[in-house]
Nanobody, 121 residues
Framework: QVQLVESGGGLVQAGGSLRLSCAAS????????MGWYHQAPGKQREFVAS???????KYVDSGKGRFTISRDNAKNTVILEMSNLKPEDTGVYYC???????????????WGQGTQVTVSS
């Protein structure tokens, strides 16, 4: 019964910025990490960024220097700040969380419904 809800997507011109947000809710015991994945039309879903409960971050090479991931542990929310956006950034951005759910013995990856980002030239 865990739910991840993304928001903040939209249409932006190349060079612009967007702030994506993802809030996790439900019977959550603890969250190990949260992250973002990007899926361009006709392409595979690819890793963008992640952050652990300790604050360790990772980024895809193309996002380094442009994207910043952060997390509000108290709110079970992860933020992706994107700047200097490029047309190739266009696609659906999915939120991911590795977490322990009440009643489960292991942690599992959960996915949000995605939010559309369109970058025009």
């Amino acid at each position: 019964q865990v739910q991840l809800v993304e928001s903040g997507g939209g249409l932006v011109q190349a060079g612009g910025s967007l702030r994506l947000s993802c809030a996790a809710s439900g019977s959550i015991v603890s969250i190990n990490s949260m992250g973002w994945y990007h899926q361009a039309p006709g392409k595979q879903r690819e890793f963008v960024a992640s952050i652990t409960n300790y604050g360790t971050t990772k980024y895809v090479d193309s996002g380094k220097g442009r994207f910043t991931i952060s997390r509000d542990n108290a709110k079970n929310t992860v933020i992706l700040e994107m700047s200097n956006l490029k047309p190739e950034d266009t696609g659906v951005y999915y939120c991911n969380a590795d977490l322990f759910e009440s009643g489960k013995h292991y942690s599992y990856n959960h996915w949000g419904q995605g939010t559309q980002v369109t970058v025009s030239s």
